[in-house]
Structures are given as structure tokens and as C-alpha cells.
């Protein structure tokens, strides 16, 4: 197949095919070389914090069960049962003592094992149950409760994977005094009409807000749509892997002073617009120097002003987790959870939970209007006379530091790492053996922090 396709032509410079967004074979090679081959992200831990509490979620296109068994380990289950392959969980959530398959009942435990058949003694002496147990990813990995699987067993520990990311996913979590988030406040989960890396290409892409936004924008103080114009200080950053960052902490203030550790309590300003985040409230800003010291303190309220992607499926923006899922070629589902923050006040977390759902949220200002910028872009994509789609903006100013490429806020670094990295992975015929889940008996998993 890679041949006939000539994969590894589809990405050339800042220019990428219109296949990539269309061609149903080139999308079952994507589950394969891409989904089956990197970290995935699948949910945060405290959506499972209790054994027997489950989220079923997909893995690319595969469904799987993410669960936490009676020794509190979390465990990744494709969602398969070994009879005759029908799924064993159906809920999207819940909390359950095992998994039972409705079709003839064969049973599962919390770890996949298998523990019950009906009538078993039909079957013979050759029947051989232990090989009978769910498959599960390959391997399970969490970084600061954000719960990662791969299904190639062969890849990188998943710290080295993140690279230039885990420093924004620290941030993310030092946001809390204890540091750490919790994701139980509820989601919404949509649908729209085109390909699965619209959505990435738009969670980093600081070129079209003051356009398909515009009407949020206005509505807030005058200066906002500074922030993402052509004079703007905001950067994108590309962090290695395919992770890249829309960057607004260049527009945040500076701190009083000279910008030395003053220890005058006095939080940093947040953006021109406090449209997309709440401010910090009440004793917050003690509590964060109470736990980091001032200097992080302020670091972490002025990094935390970014926009986060991590390859190939999680958007970090604002105060939510962003998953998204490829259906098919041209449909995908995204799903949004607004977190909230262990060890700050009930008055914190709602101010996030209301900033979240005024942009966010299914009848909000903002979200609403890039689903019909996807279901245009993948209307047009069927004019095939158009054969590339150039992201080359900015690209003659693109400059290294500290070796991340960096670029104008309004550039398009983040989908030419995006797409280098998918050319990495298309291009690589090795280790598509690698990509079959491993039978209950061959599971490894670790945590991190
Ligand atoms: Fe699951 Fe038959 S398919 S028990």
C-alpha cells in the first residue's frame, strides 16, 4: 500500500497533499503508522479514581476501556471481547465490578482476565482460556495523571516523548498549589464534518481568530484583537515530536520592578482580553507562592498563557482538555473537559468552569464557529484541482532559540512540525508488527510523578 500511495511525497516542505485530508486508504494507514505507533492520549486519571470506574475511549479507531483495577493500577483494555469480538462496555463512563459481554455473556475482571463463560463445559480439553484474556495497549503510561497509551510496544519512554511539551504540561498542573488538576466537572463531546487534523491544525493557529472569531472579539475591551494581529508579540513555538505551543505569554505584563523575585505579592496581569481565562482571586497568588516560591509563582501564571498541542491527538487550551478522535476520513469527534484545580477555592474553580463555557461550550462564543470552518475546509477539499496545501507562512522569519522553532503568533510553525512529524511516521514501513495490543500477560505499564 505505501508504495502505491507514495506516502512519503505527500509532505514536501511547508506543502502537504489534499489527500491527507480525504483518501480513505492514506486514513487507514494514519491508524496504523500514526495512532498505532505513538503515545496516544486517552484521559486523566481521576476520571477512574475508584477500581472499577472506566471511561471507554478510542485508540485511532480502535475502542478501548481505560479502567483502574482493585490494586488501584490503571489498566487499558481493548474494548474486544474474545468470543466473538463484540464490545464488552457500551456506557462512556461508569463504575463496574467486571465487564460482561451481552452477546453470550462471557465475563472479564477489572484486568482483562478472563472469568467466566456460560455452558463452559462445551467446550474441550484444547480450549485453552488463558489466551482468551482482553488485549491491552501494549503500553500504559501517565505524566502528572494525564494517562497516555501506545500500542507499538517498541517507543519511547513517554517522558522523552513529550519533549519540549512536558515543560507546558508542568505548568498546567503547578497552576494548582498541590499540583494537580482534577476532570470530573463534565465535557461535551461533538461531532464535526471533516478530517481529524483540522482540529489540530486549529487548536495552534493564531492566524484566524480575529476572522472566524470576530464577534467575541469585539465584544471585549477594546485592544483585545491586538493579541493575535499582525504587530503582535505572541510567538508559536515547535517543541519537538510534533508538539507545539500557541505562545500569548509575551503579552502578558511585565511584573513591577525590574523584574527581579520583589516580594510584593502583586500577581502578574493576565491577557488584554479576560474573556478566555479567570483572573487569579482572593488568596490564590499566596497559595501559589506558598507551594512554588514567587519566581514560578509568576512563571506559572504567565506560561499557562498558551495553547498546547501534543501529538497527534490532545489539545491543551484555556482550562480544558481537548481529545480528539478520528472516525473516518472525513469525520471526527472531539471531546472537551474543563478541569479544575485541587487546593484552590470553590470561587476559583467556577470562575474557570464559567470562562470555560463562555468560549467553549456547546452554545458559546467561540468553539462553535471553527466546526464550520472544518466542514468548509473539508467541502473544498474536494476540488481536485488544487492538489497542495501550503502552510508556509512565516516561514522566511521561522528562527531557532534554544533549539525550538519560533515564529510570530500568527505563523504557521506548529503545522509544519505537525506535518514533519506525520512524514516521519508515514514514511516508516518498520514497526507496523509492532502496533498489535499485547495479550493481558505482556502488559507493562508505569507512572510518572
Ligand atoms: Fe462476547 Fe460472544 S461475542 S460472548
Redesign the pocket.
Known amino acids: 500500500m505505501t508504495n502505491e500511495i507514495g506516502v512519503e511525497s505527500l509532505v514536501d516542505g511547508c506543502r502537504v497533499n489534499r489527500r491527507l485530508y480525504v483518501d480513505r486508504e492514506l486514513f487507514a494507514l494514519e491508524m496504523d503508522r500514526i495512532f498505532g505507533r505513538s503515545w496516544v492520549f486517552l484521559c486523566h486519571d481521576s476520571e477512574v479514581g475508584e477500581p472499577g470506574e472506566f471511561r471507554t475511549i478510542q485508540i485511532g479507531n480502535q475502542p478501548a476501556i481505560v479502567t483502574r483495577d482493585e490494586h488501584g493500577d490503571i489498566q487499558v483494555l481493548m474494548n474486544h ?6 464490545t ?1 462496555c457500551q456506557q462512556s463512563r461508569g463504575q463496574v465490578k467486571n465487564f460482561r ?6 465475563t472479564y475482571n477489572l484486568r482483562g482476565e478472563l472469568i467466566g463463560i456460560p455452558y463452559a463445559d462445551a467446550y474441550g480439553r484444547a480450549f485453552d482460556r488463558s489466551v482468551k484474556n482482553l488485549f491491552k495497549a501494549a503500553r500504559v503510561a501517565t505524566y502528572r495523571g494525564m494517562v497516555f497509551a501506545s500500542l507499538a510496544a517498541e517507543c519511547d519512554e513517554l517522558v522523552s516523548y513529550l519533549a519540549g511539551a512536558k515543560r507546558y504540561l508542568d505548568v498546567f498542573m503547578d497552576l494548582s498549589p498541590v499540583g494537580e488538576i482534577i476532570a470530573r466537572s463534565g465535557g461535551h463531546k461533538f461531532t464535526y464534518e471533516g478530517n481529524w487534523k483540522f482540529q489540530l491544525e486549529n487548536g495552534v493557529d493564531g492566524y484566524h481568530p480575529n476572522f472566524v472569531h470576530r464577534s467575541f472579539w469585539e465584544m471585549q475591551p477594546e485592544g483585545a484583537m491586538d493579541m493575535f494581529s499582525g504587530t503582535s508579540p505572541g510567538l508559536t513555538r515547535a517543541l519537538g515530536n510534533g508538539h507545539s505551543i500557541l505562545d500569548m505569554s509575551p503579552l502578558v505584563k511585565p511584573r513591577a520592578g525590574n523584574g527581579s523575585a520583589k516580594q510584593d505579592g502583586a500577581p502578574v496581569r493576565s491577557l488584554p482580553s479576560d474573556g478566555l481565562k479567570p483572573k487569579p482571586m482572593g488568596d490564590y497568588f499566596d497559595k501559589l507562592v506558598s507551594a512554588w516560591g514567587y519566581e514560578r509563582a509568576v512563571e506559572v501564571l504567565e506560561q499557562s498563557n498558551v495553547n498546547l498541542l501534543i501529538f497527534p491527538n490532545l489539545l491543551i487550551i484555556g482550562v480544558q482538555l481537548r481529545t480528539i478522535t478520528p472516525v473516518d476520513v472525513t469525520t471526527t469527534e472531539v471531546y472537551q473537559q474543563p478541569t479544575t484545580l485541587k487546593g484552590v477555592s470553590d470561587e476559583m474553580n467556577i470562575a474557570r468552569l464559567r470562562a470555560h463555557e463562555a468560549f467553549y461550550g456547546p452554545a458559546a462564543l467561540g468553539a462553535p464557529d471553527d466546526l464550520e470552518m472544518f466542514a468548509r475546509c473539508s467541502r473544498g477539499m474536494r476540488v481536485r484541482e488544487r492538489e497542495w496545501i501550503t502552510f508556509d507562512r512565516g516561514l522566511e522569519r521561522e528562527r531557532v532559540i534554544n533549539g525550538e522553532r519560533v515564529g510570530h503568533i500568527t505563523d504557521e510553525v506548529p503545522q509544519r512540525a505537525f506535518y514533519a512529524r506525520w512524514r516521519e511516521l508515514m514514511a516508516s514501513p518498520a514497526g507496523d508488527a509492532a502496533r498489535a495490543p499485547a495479550n493481558s500477560h505482556t502488559h507493562a505499564s508505569h507512572q510518572t510523578r
Not at 471481547?81 to 463484540?86: D, E, K, N, T, V
Not at 459481554?101 to 462471557?106: A, E, K, M, V
Open positions: 471481547c474474545m468470543h466473538r469480538g463484540a464488552v459481554c451481552w452477546y453470550h455473556g462471557w
